[in-house]
Nanobody, 121 residues
Framework: QVQLVESGGGLVQAGGSLRLSCAAS????????MGWFRQAPGKEREFVAA????????RYADSVKGRFIISRDNAKNTVFLHMNSLKPEDTAIYYC??????????????WGQGTQVTVSS
């Protein structure tokens, strides 16, 4: 069982930056594809970014491409989401998730509790 704990959310002005972190409890963290998802009020949860087990392959939603960067530190069992040029429409609860499989996987097995990101205009 992998436990995931997100941190780093908060309130930021449009155009600002935040870095989200997700710490995993599992020593086999390095074997998992990791993803970030978000859910805005009244909307369905959507994919944001994913990174392969070795960090060499990444995927992004079109809405964040060029602004967000996903990275990981397997030695620290942590995955990051660097968010730049934030927009009010990025406001959401952000979740990290883990899956065994390729970076293109769509079914994730483990989820964190989420961290709130609010972008003011």
């Amino acid at each position: 069982q992998v436990q995931l704990v997100e941190s780093g959310g908060g309130l930021v002005q449009a155009g600002g930056s935040l870095r989200l972190s997700c710490a995993a409890s599992e020593r086999s963290f390095s074997f998992y594809t990791m993803g970030w998802f978000r859910q805005a009020p009244g909307k369905e949860r959507e994919f944001v970014a994913a990174i392969s087990w070795n960090g060499l392959d990444t995927r992004y939603a079109d809405s964040v491409k060029g602004r967000f960067i996903i990275s990981r530190d397997n030695a620290k069992n942590t995955v990051f989401l660097h968010m730049n040029s934030l927009k009010p429409e990025d406001t959401a609860i952000y979740y990290c998730a883990a899956a065994r499989g390729l970076v293109t996987i769509t079914q994730y097995n483990y989820w964190g509790q989420g961290t709130q990101v609010t972008v003011s205009s």
